[in-house]
């Protein structure tokens, strides 16, 4: 069976392996590829890896020989998972990659809200240190994490990652999910209806995947809600957040401040109002980036490529 890979750029820059999958059957790799070309390129294929390429049920019915789609991310959104379905082909995903890398770029976030280590340092670099009349200086309210509340938004395996980083610097943590099962054992810990954690919550935290019903749930009327002193992260789907009302909501202070690792236009158009609001920390969808977690991935894609050649499809959607 033969393997298309139709964005690997992404996942491989060149700094791993492509011979993982080579291993398993012939591969065929393309960095990049345009809309109007993927039917030409996975013509032939029984077996598709992509990353944000989308697989339209238009595009499955014209490619008869296909049998497995391989997301190489966690989030599937990007197929019809419905008409693959009615196809038979299976689709598959990596759950589990980048749960420590996701976590831990959540608090980097938070913690550059919290302290602007790099303007502090882009400041000493352009010498206002070596000026000052004092011994130390801040440009920004600097922010101490112990004693607030942490809300997390999808308590799954990267919200709990994040969830003990935020117990370990001794913030109480309050979550929403719509399966509330084993509940940790924090201090405080509570599962709180989404609004009442958006008003409790010092820090809001997403971690939960894009669906029907919860695209632009972070709109005008919930970020009122919202402590004027908070900061929404959001490390997951760009279009829970509807970017014009949280742009609107920081310049006005309604909320003090957002680290965003998504939008809901990726790349990002020229407009997009995030891009130029107040306290806004944007940063180009790499928490799943680091080298640890893209090998992983890679090797997760390998095994479950090797799963399904043996009968028994793993990670299935």
């Given at each position: 069976m033969?393997?298309?890979?139709?964005?690997?750029?992404c996942?491989n820059p060149?700094d791993l392996?492509?011979?993982v999958?080579r291993d398993v059957?012939p591969?065929?790799?393309?960095?990049?590829?345009p809309?109007d070309e993927?039917?030409?390129?996975?013509a032939?294929?029984?077996?598709?890896?992509?990353?944000k390429?989308r697989?339209?049920?238009?595009?499955?019915?014209q490619?008869?020989?296909l049998k497995?789609i391989?997301?190489?991310?966690?989030?599937?959104?990007?197929?019809?998972?419905?008409a693959?379905r009615?196809r038979?082909v299976?689709?598959?995903?990596?759950?589990t990659?980048?749960?420590?890398s996701v976590a831990?770029f959540?608090?980097?976030?938070l913690?550059?809200?919290?302290h602007r280590?790099?303007?502090h340092?882009?400041?000493?670099?352009?010498?206002?240190?070596?000026?000052s009349?004092?011994?130390?200086f801040w440009n920004?309210?600097?922010?101490?994490?112990?004693?607030?509340?942490?809300?997390?938004?999808g308590?799954?395996?990267?919200g709990r990652?994040?969830?003990?980083?935020a117990?370990?610097?001794?913030?109480?943590?309050v979550a929403?999910?719509?399966?509330q099962?084993?509940?940790p054992?924090?201090?405080g810990?509570?599962?709180?209806?989404?609004d009442r954690?958006?008003?409790e919550s010092?820090?809001?935290?997403l971690?939960?995947p894009?669906?029907?019903?919860?695209?632009g749930?972070?709109?005008?009327e919930?970020?009122?809600s919202?402590?004027a002193t908070?900061?929404?992260?959001?490390?997951s789907?760009g279009?829970?957040?509807?970017?014009q009302?949280l742009?609107s909501?920081?310049?006005?202070?309604?909320?003090?401040?957002a680290?965003?690792d998504v939008?809901?236009?990726?790349p990002p158009?020229?407009g997009?109002p995030l891009l130029?609001?107040?306290n806004?920390?944007?940063t180009?969808?790499?928490?799943?980036a680091?080298r640890?977690?893209r090998?992983?991935l890679l090797g997760i894609?390998?095994?479950?490529?090797?799963?399904?050649?043996?009968?028994r499809p793993q990670?299935v959607?």
């Amino acid at each position: 069976m033969k393997i298309v890979v139709l964005d690997g750029y992404c996942l491989n820059p060149g700094d791993l392996s492509w011979d993982v999958l080579r291993d398993v059957a012939p591969l065929e790799v393309y960095d990049r590829t345009p809309e109007d070309e993927v039917v030409a390129r996975a013509a032939g294929a029984e077996m598709l890896l992509v990353n944000k390429v989308r697989i339209s049920a238009a595009t499955i019915e014209q490619l008869p020989t296909l049998k497995y789609i391989g997301v190489l991310a966690t989030g599937y959104d990007i197929v019809d998972v419905a008409a693959a379905r009615t196809r038979g082909v299976v689709v598959c995903n990596i759950p589990t990659y980048g749960t420590a890398s996701v976590a831990q770029f959540a608090f980097a976030l938070l913690l550059e809200l919290c302290h602007r280590v790099g303007e502090h340092s882009q400041a000493v670099r352009q010498g206002e240190w070596s000026r000052s009349a004092d011994w130390c200086f801040w440009n920004h309210p600097l922010i101490e994490l112990a004693g607030k509340t942490m809300g997390i938004v999808g308590l799954g395996r990267i919200g709990r990652q994040t969830a003990a980083i935020a117990n370990a610097f001794g913030m109480r943590v309050v979550a929403h999910d719509s399966v509330q099962t084993g509940a940790p054992g924090y201090p405080g810990f509570a599962w709180l209806p989404v609004d009442r954690l958006l008003a409790e919550s010092d820090v809001v935290s997403l971690h939960c995947p894009l669906t029907p019903g919860n695209r632009g749930m972070i709109d005008r009327e919930r970020l009122d809600s919202m402590k004027a002193t908070a900061f929404l992260l959001n490390t997951s789907r760009g279009p829970l957040v509807v970017d014009q009302d949280l742009a609107s909501a920081l310049d006005a202070g309604v909320i003090a401040g957002a680290g965003l690792d998504v939008l809901s236009v990726e790349p990002p158009l020229a407009g997009n109002p995030l891009l130029a609001a107040r306290n806004c920390i944007v940063t180009p969808h790499i928490a799943w980036a680091t080298r640890e977690a893209r090998k992983r991935l890679l090797g997760i894609a390998a095994d479950n490529v090797r799963e399904f050649l043996a009968g028994r499809p793993q990670n299935v959607v």
